[in-house]
């Protein structure tokens, strides 16, 4: 009967457990979105902008894509507090577009709507 009542308890303790661990790694969210951005520093400033956003864990944008690729605990951010932090240091994305004196901000050779920067920056 005690044998019964053991096995019992450590069942019920490894569903708990499981279950724990089941929601605890359920937190991260993996998402990519296109950011605009032309060179090395506003990889920086776009990665940075992302990062200081309470919950992200990972950004890492490509200059060549303009992919940003991000993993955020869904608990504490979400996908548009991320996008706000990153327009608001002067970077546009698909859906949110930074305000002329935010995009001010950003330095001369970062202008990526300058069609005249953008095609110094294709030559290199």
Partial sequence: MKSINLIKKVTLVLTFLITTVTFAQNKNERTSLEVDGVCLMCKKRIEKASLNTKGVKSAIWNVETHELKLIFDERKTNLETI??????????????KATDEAY????PCCKYRD???QEDHKKE
């Fill in 104 to 107: 001010e901000t950003v330095h």
């Fill in 83 to 96: 996008q706000k932090s990153i327009v608001a240091v002067g970077h546009d994305t698909k859906t949110l």
């Fill in 115 to 117: 069609e005249e920067v």
